[in-house]
């Protein structure tokens, strides 16, 4: 169990400089009035299978307000860690009122109640009454209990195969990528794991202890896919406790029958968004021709078996090691694992 990873000095004096030039850019009391409840936050790791949900929510409803990555395309520059990812954050249950975090969110429902257009993709029917502020996001994903004590806002988490995850991201940024690097240490973080997995403490100590045994090459490809497990855990941890904030998507049940999406949306979007959910799969194609067909298998891009970065080998003991965690449903595997 490591040590509880402190803010240093000089992020410190970077986040007070950060919040000095807000109110000079802004005004002082930006990013304190706007209304967290008015912000819909789609939150997983960065790979496919989130960034298609999305593409399918933008399309099949059109008339809200969607930004994608927000918290790096905003000005003035965040940075949460001097160490690779900037956007990377240790665990927090709570943030000060004036962190960054919860300034920059704010901002954005401060624009989205003043109809600006600072997003990405401009809404098509500005006089629509019911469109909705949808922010993707992948990065400090452990902050989210913070932002969900601190701004009460919605938050759909897209939960997936955890090795697929991780063949995603090494084949974009390769295995040295700094993503998920500081999250990869802060899992095992003695509040986080006090938090989500106080139960099951030493089960994952020892997972944790067989992958630092690894040689170096395959002990930051395991740790990652590991890190990745427990981030999705923490993911069903915060939907059992703020069930009215907080709703998982998993790959695992939408995969066969989309239908499968229509409860989660309803909860994440509100009670009237029961025709927008009707729309999105009615209209929404799964395949890449545009045939509408029940089962994603063959068209949503996590459904795939061949790996090119992780090794059989390196697949095989992932799934070992996050199944005898029950960290992933055990029937995932040999659907994977055969083509590998």
């Known amino acids: 169990m490591k040590k509880p990873l402190r803010q240093n000095?000089?992020?410190?004096?970077?986040?007070?400089?950060?919040?000095?030039?807000?109110?000079?850019?802004?005004?002082?009391?930006?990013g304190y009035m706007g209304n967290g409840g008015d912000?819909?936050?789609?939150?997983?790791?960065?790979?496919?299978?989130?960034?298609?949900?999305?593409?399918?929510?933008?399309?099949a409803l059109p008339n809200n307000h969607y930004i994608n990555y927000p918290l790096a395309k905003f000005e003035p520059k965040l940075t949460f860690s001097n160490l690779g990812d900037r956007l990377a954050t240790p665990y927090h249950k709570k943030l000060a009122t004036d962190h960054p975090l919860n300034r920059?969110?704010?901002?954005?429902?401060?624009?989205?109640?003043?109809k600006t257009t600072h997003d990405l993709q401009p809404i098509e029917d500005d006089t629509s009454q019911h469109a909705l502020l949808i922010l993707k996001e992948t990065h400090a994903l452990l902050a989210t209990e913070a932002l969900l004590r601190e701004l009460k806002c919605h938050v759909l988490f897209y939960a997936s195969d955890p090795v697929i995850l991780?063949?995603?991201?090494?084949?974009?940024?390769?295995?040295?990528?700094?993503y998920l690097d500081l999250e990869s240490e802060a899992v095992?973080?003695?509040?986080?794991?006090?938090?989500?997995?106080?139960?099951?403490?030493?089960?994952?100590?020892?997972?944790?202890?067989?992958?630092?045994?690894?040689?170096?090459h395959q002990r930051r490809m395991q740790?990652?896919?590991?890190?990745?497990?427990?981030?999705?855990?923490?993911?069903?941890?915060?939907?059992?406790?703020?069930?009215?904030?907080?709703?998982?998507?998993?790959?695992?049940?939408?995969?066969?029958?989309?239908?499968?999406?229509?409860?989660p949306l309803i909860n994440w979007l509100g009670p009237n968004s029961l025709e927008h959910s009707k729309h999105l799969l009615d209209t929404a194609s799964f395949t890449p021709d545009g045939k509408k067909v029940r089962r994603w298998t063959r068209s949503w891009p996590e459904s795939i078996n061949i790996f090119e970065i992780l090794s059989a080998e390196d697949v095989r003991m992932a799934y070992q090691l996050i199944i005898n965690r029950e960290l992933i449903h055990d029937e995932v595997q040999p659907k994977i694992c055969n083509g590998s």
């Open 104 to 114: 920059v969110y704010r901002i954005y429902a401060e624009r989205y109640l003043l």
């Open 39 to 59: 912000i819909h936050l789609l939150l997983g790791i960065n790979g496919t299978g989130i960034n298609h949900l999305a593409q399918l929510l933008s399309q």
């Open 166 to 178: 991780a063949e995603q991201i090494f084949q974009r940024e390769g295995v040295n990528t700094s």
């Open 223 to 263: 740790i990652k896919i590991f890190a990745i497990s427990l981030i999705q855990h923490m993911f069903r941890m915060l939907a059992a406790r703020y069930p009215e904030l907080v709703t998982v998507i998993d790959f695992a049940l939408i995969e066969n029958d989309p239908k499968h999406l229509q409860f």
């Open 188 to 216: 095992m973080d003695h509040y986080f794991l006090k938090r989500f997995l106080a139960h099951d403490l030493h089960a994952v100590l020892h997972a944790y202890k067989l992958i630092q045994r690894l040689p170096r």
């Open 9 to 30: 000095n000089r992020l410190s004096i970077s986040q007070l400089i950060w919040n000095t030039r807000i109110n000079y850019q802004f005004l002082p009391h930006a």
